[in-house]
């Protein structure tokens, strides 16, 4: 079992809190797509002829493509992987680009699931973070796309956003369950250095939520879509009974995925590998056959570190069996010593040989998870 991600690093405008690698190049798109198949064919032994499951193109804005650039990417998908067994293939779509054509257009792929970058409902907060679609043009895609037959879509929310209030957060939050999508994803807001807005608050021209805040607008979160009947599966992710993010999971649970296109990563359970963050390298170096990459082997600490990091974050915790097998009794031991004060708190449980935290420990998960890592 595997995942390929492709990177579609285009993006028609930049988002001021944005620091994914992406450009406004757009006459660049068709080099890119024949460089981006050619990665595919160029590294069709990387996950050594595992079943690919699920594909994830991401950005960027993968609703930037075009119906050609889609029947290339798919083509080469199926000559040199095969799609047979792909159970999921998300596209992550900005939701003006989502007009009735488009989203007739997408039809004609194996796509099977959107994922919208929405992020809120509020106007002037869309405008301030130069978010290019309005509240409106967000929930007309979500009704075109269930229209055309998309039966499983995902929306992407940020809270803790400069002006962000606790009525400003539950209108967001109302306004998603109204949708009621498959999938919800909701982050807190970062202020990434070197971005417009990291760059806003420095100049004390926006305010940073604070902590008191932050957590308010976490608990309501969790409150108001648990209500709903969304499963919260992961910290920062929420679905209806059995439509988790079967890509992003994969991830969490160690899984080995392929990542093509310019700052893609891939792991192959010994070692991780990144594309370099440069459009025109990546083009340049894939027309002579070259890929512009690093990569790091992984050691056993790292390892059992990204295991507990990743797998903590989800519903179903870790195996301690996996702890054992995978990186020896001694380690598990040191993970019981850690986890002992969390379990007698309550913030952690053991079941089925897992542990996992409860519904407290969520609310101080990075405490928890720091403790179970390995220094
Ligand atoms: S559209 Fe997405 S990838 Fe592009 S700048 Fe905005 S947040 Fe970043």
């Excluded at 400069?162 to 967001?172: Q, R």
């Excluded at 069996?321 to 309550?346: N, S």
Aim: net charge negative; proline share 3%; hydrophobic share 30%.
């Amino acid at each position: 079992m595997a995942g390929i991600y492709l990177h579609i690093p285009f993006c028609k405008t930049r988002c001021i809190y944005c620091d994914f690698y992406s450009t406004t190049r757009n006459d660049l798109r068709q080099r890119y797509v024949r460089a981006l198949c050619r990665e595919l064919a160029l590294r069709r032994d990387y996950l050594r002829g595992a079943t690919v499951e699920t594909v994830y193109f991401g950005g960027g804005t993968p609703s930037q493509l075009t119906e050609k650039d889609f029947e290339s990417i798919f083509q080469t998908l199926q000559d040199v992987y095969g799609l047979e067994h792909a159970r999921e293939i998300t596209l992550e779509a900005n939701p003006d680009d989502l007009t009735d054509d488009y989203v007739q257009l997408l039809r004609h792929f194996p796509f099977n699931r959107i994922s919208m970058g929405i992020q809120t409902f509020d106007e002037q907060t869309l405008q301030l973070l130069q978010r290019r679609h309005t509240a409106t043009q967000a929930i007309e895609a979500v009704q075109r796309c269930r229209q055309a037959g998309f039966n499983n879509l995902s929306i992407d929310l940020i809270y803790g956003l400069p002006g962000e209030t606790e009525e400003k957060w539950k209108h967001d939050l109302q306004e998603a369950v109204n949708l009621h999508p498959e999938h919800i994803s909701a982050y807190h807001l970062t202020y990434e250095e070197g971005t417009p807005l990291y760059r806003l608050r420095e100049t004390h021209r926006v305010n940073e939520a604070n902590e008191e805040d932050s957590l308010r607008f976490f608990t309501l979160l969790v409150q108001t879509l648990r209500e709903a009947g969304y499963v919260h599966y992961e910290i920062s992710n929420f679905c209806l009974p059995g439509h988790h993010a079967r890509h992003n999971t994969a991830y969490w649970q160690g899984i080995p995925y392929l990542g093509c296109g310019p700052s893609a990563h891939s792991f192959d359970t010994d070692s991780r590998e990144w594309n370099q963050a440069s459009l025109t390298a990546y083009i340049d170096g894939l027309e002579k056959n070259e890929r512009p990459f690093e990569a790091e082997k992984l050691d056993n600490d790292t390892r059992y570190n990204e295991y507990v990091m990743t797998g903590m974050r989800t519903r179903w915790g870790i195996s301690l069996e996996k702890i054992a097998t995978d990186f020896g009794t001694k380690r598990l031991d040191y993970l019981r010593q850690m986890a002992h004060p969390h379990l007698q708190r309550g913030k952690l449980i053991e079941k089925e040989g897992r542990f996992c935290l409860t519904e407290e420990g969520i609310f101080t998960s990075d405490d928890i998870i720091s403790d179970l890592m390995y220094v």
